[in-house]
Nanobody, 127 residues
Framework: QVQVVESGGGLVQAGGSLTLSCTASGLAFDDYAMGWFRQAPGKEREGVSCINWSGGRTYYRASVKGRFTISRDNAKNTLYLQMNSLKPEDTATYSC????????????????????WGKGTLVTISS
């Protein structure tokens, strides 16, 4: 049984930093591209960042580029999102998801249907 579990959310002041973690079990982690998504209250879910199966290729939405860093440790089946210079508009529930692909080209491999999702962790940025 596949399980995807996020952790690390919390309340942070604007300008602060936070690191999210996501651990996946029950799957061959390095067969999967991994992505972070977020959904703010009353808004659609949006992709934040994606990383290919090896960690060698990363993708970011424009609004977080230069502030967020995605990484993965395949030996630990864990995905990370380091978030710096946080803004109130970053407030959302952040979810981790996996898609089985080795694609590492120009297009975001997390841009289509994902195979497995976590339940999310809440990030709140105060102004």
């Amino acid at each position: 049984q596949v399980q995807v579990v996020e952790s690390g959310g919390g309340l942070v002041q604007a300008g602060g930093s936070l690191t999210l973690s996501c651990t996946a079990s029950g799957l061959a982690f390095d067969d999967y591209a991994m992505g972070w998504f977020r959904q703010a209250p009353g808004k659609e879910r949006e992709g934040v960042s994606c990383i290919n199966w090896s960690g060698g290729r990363t993708y970011y939405r424009a609004s977080v580029k230069g502030r967020f860093t995605i990484s993965r440790d395949n030996a630990k089946n864990t995905l990370y999102l380091q978030m710096n210079s946080l803004k109130p508009e970053d407030t959302a529930t952040y979810s981790c998801a996996a898609v089985r692909t080795y694609y590492s080209g120009e297009h975001d491999p997390c841009g289509g249907d994902m195979d497995y999702w976590g339940k999310g962790t809440l990030v709140t940025i105060s102004s």
